[in-house]
């Protein structure tokens, strides 16, 4: 135990002294490493009891504690601002960089919903035809698939919209009233639907009035008629009426593979994931007091370890006629509470600062205002 370094009361930094030197460049640090030196000897009880630390150590412990704040503030940053984030550069550092949500990554993650309506998306649609046959009721898109589709391997095709309706109702719009003598007038024509449209006269009847013959029209063929429909059942299409002549149907389907590759962009080379977001080591001479009060009190639990392992080495140490023990367990549970502690204060310092905690409390502000304000009695005025 004789031969062990002990802390000899006083330091002096230089660079190059911590095992990174992330920081020792800072004018700050410089200056703070040998105080925390001093701060942390004297609450591990130097000069009452020796303390089996160098400055090198002292060091090293400050370093990890910056770090690891830096860590902790930054890696709540991303938490709170990945889906802005995500897709963006990876060459500029985020760390003095203000931030503003935007809807970016939202959209992007919505465009599946746009390709399944038909309205968007990144999967693109296909269009196919088919030969229909004379009295042919049922076809195989599947075998279409095969024979047409220029399918990869384990692909398949998926039928998103199938071109087989009726005339319009407004084609067999029938209106009993434009012979009838009563005045009606063809005026259509000026809006292009004179070949469509029943007569009018100059008194235009509601939009009701042609909804509800259009509608009438459209129920009759699905109640007295044949109505033109399909159905469609694992690529299996099955066509109302059966043809009665020759044609072609045309329809839109999607490749299956096409769903999946559109989800991976392996040429992309921006922010992807968490471990890529640009975001350095703070500086330290722009941490505020809060700041540095949090780092020295982690960089003291830190050294209270290094002394705890230390001391552990030497369970006990003889003495004449007795035998002294050593704190090694007492330091490292002590440390080990301390870190943890510091770390959950920390975390929940940062979630009190976030987003949604800031917008609730401005409501809650707003809404005490408002009692306040109603406690004012109101100026009654005399004409």
Request: aromatic share 14%; proline share 5%; charged share 20%.
């Amino acid at each position: 135990m004789a031969n062990v370094p002990i802390w000899p009361g006083s330091s002096s930094f230089f660079p190059g002294e911590t095992p990174f030197g992330f920081y020792d460049g800072d004018l700050d640090f410089q200056t703070d490493a040998d105080k925390f030196a001093k701060f942390a000897s004297q609450r591990l009880g130097y000069p009452i009891v020796d303390v089996e630390l160098q400055d090198i150590q002292f060091y090293t412990a400050l370093e990890e504690a910056v770090t690891t704040y830096g860590n902790e503030v930054y890696a709540y940053r991303v938490r709170q601002d990945y889906l802005t984030l995500e897709g963006g550069p990876t060459g500029s550092n985020l760390n003095n960089t203000l931030i503003t949500p935007n809807m970016g990554t939202i959209v992007r993650l919505s465009q599946q919903y746009g390709e399944e309506a038909g309205t968007g998306g990144n999967v693109t649609w296909r269009t196919g035809s088919l030969p229909l046959s004379r009295g042919t009721q049922k076809y195989d898109l599947n075998a279409w698939a095969n024979a047409s589709a220029s399918l990869g391997t384990n692909d398949s095709i998926e039928v998103k919209r199938i071109f087989y309706y009726p005339p319009p109702a407004v084609v067999r719009y029938f209106d009993p009233y434009a012979s009838s003598g009563l005045g009606f007038n063809s005026m259509m024509d000026g809006f292009g639907f004179g070949s469509y449209s029943p007569a009018i006269n100059f008194l235009l009847m509601p939009l009701s009035f042609d909804l509800q013959k259009l509608q009438a029209i459209e129920m009759n063929d699905q109640v007295r008629k044949s109505n033109y429909s399909f159905e469609l059942i694992n690529n299996q299409l099955k066509i109302f009426p059966i043809p009665q002549e020759d044609g072609t149907l045309y329809f839109e389907y999607i490749k299956t593979q096409d769903r999946y590759s559109s989800s991976f962009n392996n040429a992309y080379s921006g922010i992807t994931n968490v471990s890529n977001v640009p975001y350095t080591n703070p500086i330290y001479s722009q941490i505020n007091s809060v700041g540095r009060s949090w780092v020295y009190e982690y960089a003291l639990a830190l050294s209270k370890e290094m002394l705890g392992y230390v001391r552990g080495k030497y369970s006990s140490v003889p003495i004449p006629e007795a035998e002294v023990t050593l704190n090694q367990s007492d330091l490292i549970a002590a440390a080990t509470d301390e870190k943890n502690n510091l770390i959950e204060r920390l975390r929940g310092y940062l979630d009190e600062t976030s987003r949604d905690k800031l917008l609730e409390r401005r409501a809650q502000e707003a809404e005490y205002k408002q009692k306040e304000l109603a406690q004012v009695p109101y100026v009654i005025y005399i004409a």
